[in-house]
């Protein structure tokens, strides 16, 4: 019965599993930006253009479609996606301008 349950111990509960997730997309970030930061390295090493908008718009597809398959908004997986992206190109440009 909904009345046996003790609100204060579920919200406890659920918070529990977002803090956890919240550590783990952390860690999953952390991993992504090591990977990205070696791409802006070999890129300006090689002289190659920081930004690939064709790249960019396959992984957009790709999120989009995944999102859809998760019941997530497929806008805000894009949203997340270049809000994500810009920092990368940040990264990138300051490799290029020998500021890593
Ligand atoms: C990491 C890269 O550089 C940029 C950043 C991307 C990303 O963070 O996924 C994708 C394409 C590029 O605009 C890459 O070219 O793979």
Same mark, same amino acid.
């Given at each position: 019965?909904?009345?046996? /349950?003790?609100?204060?111990? +579920?919200? !406890?509960?659920?918070?529990?599993?977002?803090?956890? /997730?919240?550590?783990?997309? /952390?860690?999953?970030?952390?991993?992504?930006?090591?990977?990205?930061?070696?791409? !802006?390295? *070999?890129?300006?090493?090689? !002289?190659?253009?920081?930004?690939?908008?064709?790249?960019?718009?396959?992984? /957009?597809?790709? *999120?989009?479609? *995944? +999102?859809?398959? +998760?019941? *997530?908004?497929?806008?805000?997986?894009?949203?997340?996606?270049?809000?994500?992206?810009?920092?990368?190109?940040? =990264? =990138?440009?300051?490799?290029?301008?020998?500021? =890593?």
């Amino acid at each position: 019965m909904s009345d046996s /349950i003790d609100p204060v111990a +579920a919200l !406890g509960r659920l918070r529990g599993t977002i803090d956890n /997730i919240d550590a783990a997309l /952390i860690f999953m970030l952390a991993e992504r930006f090591r990977a990205t930061k070696q791409v !802006g390295v *070999l890129k300006a090493e090689h !002289g190659m253009p920081p930004s690939d908008p064709a790249r960019e718009e396959h992984q /957009i597809a790709r *999120l989009r479609r *995944l +999102a859809e398959e +998760a019941d *997530l908004d497929p806008e805000f997986a894009e949203k997340w996606f270049n809000f994500v992206v810009a920092e990368v190109i940040r =990264h =990138h440009e300051a490799a290029a301008n020998g500021e =890593h």
